[in-house]
């Protein structure tokens, strides 16, 4: 059960973290600093543990994460997963920067995707996934049109940091939740559920960019088009999972 899952969690979350503790007290101690750690003390010896141990070069990192590749990632997901295809289509939409595609399975048609990726001044801060259609069945048939909203940096080619594809992986599990709904009644279709569920479907699939193989194949150079080197990857992976104990800390105490 939850309570269960919960306490399973917290064990190894709060060892790791305390284990964590005791290196940032050491690099206080190593600055001169005599008192104990504090809570308001942690963000700032992490972000500097981070930087010692990882060294990673944020601009070298981002050449890597370009925003085409990554979008091909996230459906390449999904065709493994799901077994949907989607295919580029051309319509007349509300801005020039959006993109649309038409999703199938199975060469049926299940939904039209939308990616509104770029900022601009019209547009507010943020990312999210709406529905412009929810699917249902009754009283008729209909698919769901699916939009992402994000808000990117536009350049050419468009490159991501990696907490922004992590955002793009993250938007797109929400609208693969909405497209995949298979409901009678639109009143509860796609993310219309309980409030303490919307997120899991969207939390699960940002692991996907986790993923070795994925980065492996999607993650390339972009005025080379070479693949990440290893030692980079590893790194990266590495940060992306660091002061993990903490955080899982933080989110078990307020479930």
């Known amino acids: 059960n939850v309570l269960k899952l919960l306490k399973d ?3 190894p979350a709060k060892a790791r973290a305390e284990q964590d503790a005791g290196v940032l007290q050491e690099m206080m101690r190593a600055e001169g600093v005599n008192g104990d750690l504090e809570k308001w003390d942690w963000r700032y010896y992490a972000e500097k543990r981070r930087a ?3 060294d990673l070069d944020e601009a070298q990192l981002k050449s890597y994460f370009q925003l085409d590749q990554m979008i091909a990632a996230a459906f390449d997901c999904a065709n493994r997963l799901f077994g949907l295809s989607f295919e580029e289509v051309k319509l007349p939409l509300y801005h020039s920067d959006c993109r649309a595609w038409e999703v199938r399975r199975d060469g049926a048609h299940v939904a039209l995707f939308i990616g509104d990726y770029f900022a601009r001044g019209s547009k507010r801060s943020g990312a999210w996934c709406s529905a412009m259609r929810a699917q249902a069945k009754f009283p008729k048939a209909q698919a769901p049109i699916v939009i992402n909203v994000c808000n990117f940096a536009k350049s050419d080619p468009a490159l991501l940091s990696y907490d922004d594809a992590r955002t793009l992986f993250h938007e797109f599990g929400h609208a693969l939740h909405q497209m ?8 509860i279709s796609g993310t219309a559920v309980p409030r303490d569920f919307v997120e899991l479907p969207s939390q699960l699939y940002e692991h996907w960019l986790d993923v070795p193989e994925v980065l492996a194949k999607f993650a390339t150079h972009a005025e080379t ?4 080197p290893q030692d980079l990857l590893e790194k990266g992976l590495a940060a992306a999972t660091y002061d ?3 955080q899982t800390v933080e989110y078990v105490s307020s479930a």
């Not at 995949?180 to 009143?187: A, C, G, H, K």
């Open 180 to 187: 995949l709904s298979n409901v009678t009644y639109e009143m």
């Open 225 to 228: 088009g070479a693949a990440m």
């Open 244 to 246: 993990m104990g903490f």
């Open 9 to 11: 969690v917290w064990q």
């Open 52 to 54: 010692a141990e990882f």
